[in-house]
């Protein structure tokens, strides 16, 4: 995951080094973040503050990530509409930046943005709220943390993508309800942009499209204001043959990943619980592991999506994704 600095917002960070979470952060940087300075690294020697932090960013950092200069992300000035056009990377990047519209492109919710001040507060949300230097949260299903799919609004972080698989997610109408509307409004409520929705699943256990496709599309526009896309992908899970199935349950977005145990179904149209599954667990992207985990999984449902485009019908909706090609 990559994360952008501003000057001010870096001094601001480094005076904050009372702050409990001051080292967990500072080795958040060294080991997991590709780090870009929005300004060049001569002016680094206007501040001796700067020049004894940046000594010790070198030191112990992964081999695997980079630290630059001299960038200017995103262009300024900003805008509420600032990350249009930006990458798969882009939206999955931190912004920590000093702007006079730096609050109005923070509100539009496609991304996290930092304005000066809230150095720490950002970097914790990287942490999945836990005040402490990890990226996994795991919550016992109907434990006292997680009685039902509100619970989840603590983790909600700015999103611009929602990619759920599971094979089972859209087989039972009744269900919907209960699930996947109150998952999708969950997710979605720190997002006041268009949101894109992606849902694969077994085509043997999932509703019409014309059945599911208003469901999703209330569910995100009741929390964002906005009307998203929709797309569903459906795949044949035939016994002996390259089907194209993913068995894992997971839900993917911009920062986070879930995995949801042995369905994402876990209560019934009243409320009840019916999964036999144990834990949910949240995991971080900004950790340099689950980053690349996540990219893996975007790799191999666009190898499914790419044969689909040519050998089957499977796909349906408005193929709009930031993170998957459907053209």
């Given at each position: 995951?990559?994360?952008?600095?501003?000057?001010?917002?870096?001094?601001?960070?480094?005076?904050?080094?009372?702050?409990?979470?001051?080292?967990?952060?500072?080795?958040?940087?060294?080991?997991?973040?590709?780090?870009?300075?929005?300004?060049?690294?001569?002016?680094?020697?206007?501040?001796?503050?700067?020049?004894?932090?940046?000594?010790?960013?070198?030191?112990?950092?992964?081999?695997?990530?980079?630290?630059?200069?001299?960038?200017?992300?995103?262009?300024?000035?900003?805008?509420?509409?600032?990350?249009?056009?930006?990458?798969?990377?882009?939206?999955?990047?931190?912004?920590?930046?000093?702007?006079?519209?730096?609050?109005?492109?923070?509100?539009?919710?496609?991304?996290?943005?930092?304005?000066?001040?809230?150095?720490?507060?950002?970097?914790?949300?990287?942490?999945?709220?836990?005040?402490?230097?990890?990226?996994?949260?795991?919550?016992?299903?109907?434990?006292?943390?997680?009685?039902?799919?509100t619970d989840l609004e603590l983790y909600a972080l700015p999103l611009t993508d929602i990619i759920i698989v599971d094979p089972?997610?859209?087989?039972?109408?009744?269900?919907?309800?209960?699930?996947?509307?109150?998952?999708?409004?969950?997710?979605?409520?720190?997002?006041?942009?268009?949101?894109?929705?992606?849902?694969?699943?077994?085509?043997?256990?999932?509703?019409?499209?014309?059945?599911?496709?208003?469901?999703?599309?209330?569910?995100?526009?009741?929390?964002?204001?906005?009307?998203?896309?929709?797309?569903?992908?459906?795949?044949?899970?035939?016994?002996?043959?390259?089907?194209?199935?993913?068995?894992?349950?997971?839900?993917?977005?911009?920062?986070?990943?879930?995995?949801?145990?042995?369905?994402?179904?876990?209560?019934?149209?009243?409320?009840?619980?019916?999964?036999?599954?144990?834990?949910?667990?949240?995991?971080?992207?900004?950790?340099?592991?689950?980053?690349?985990?996540?990219?893996?999984?975007?790799?191999?449902?666009?190898?499914?999506?790419?044969?689909?485009?040519?050998?089957?019908?499977?796909?349906?909706?408005?193929?709009?994704?930031?993170?998957?090609?459907?053209?």
């Amino acid at each position: 995951m990559d994360i952008y600095i501003d000057k001010a917002n870096l001094l601001s960070f480094i005076k904050s080094k009372d702050n409990p979470l001051f080292e967990d952060c500072n080795k958040l940087l060294k080991k997991q973040l590709n780090v870009f300075f929005n300004f060049p690294k001569e002016e680094l020697k206007s501040s001796k503050l700067l020049m004894q932090w940046v000594t010790t960013l070198s030191q112990g950092c992964n081999p695997d990530t980079v630290i630059e200069f001299d960038y200017k992300e995103p262009k300024r000035p900003l805008k509420s509409n600032s990350s249009i056009g930006f990458c798969e990377k882009k939206l999955s990047a931190v912004y920590l930046l000093e702007d006079e519209e730096t609050a109005k492109f923070k509100n539009s919710g496609c991304v996290i943005v930092g304005e000066v001040g809230e150095e720490i507060e950002v970097f914790n949300k990287l942490f999945v709220g836990q005040n402490d230097y990890g990226f996994e949260k795991k919550l016992r299903i109907n434990g006292p943390a997680f009685k039902n799919w509100t619970d989840l609004e603590l983790y909600a972080l700015p999103l611009t993508d929602i990619i759920i698989v599971d094979p089972y997610i859209a087989s039972d109408a009744s269900l919907f309800s209960s699930n996947l509307v109150m998952v999708l409004k969950t997710l979605a409520l720190k997002s006041n942009s268009k949101v894109n929705v992606v849902i694969y699943t077994n085509r043997a256990q999932c509703v019409s499209y014309d059945q599911i496709s208003p469901v999703v599309r209330k569910a995100i526009k009741e929390v964002t204001g906005v009307k998203p896309k929709f797309t569903l992908v459906t795949y044949r899970d035939q016994r002996g043959q390259d089907s194209k199935a993913e068995h894992d349950r997971t839900v993917l977005m911009n920062y986070y990943r879930i995995y949801s145990g042995d369905t994402l179904n876990y209560y019934d149209s009243t409320g009840n619980m019916i999964t036999k599954g144990r834990e949910l667990s949240f995991s971080s992207l900004a950790s340099y592991d689950n980053f690349n985990l996540s990219r893996e999984l975007i790799r191999d449902l666009q190898k499914h999506i790419d044969f689909f485009k040519v050998n089957d019908n499977g796909i349906e909706g408005d193929k709009v994704s930031n993170f998957l090609n459907f053209n």
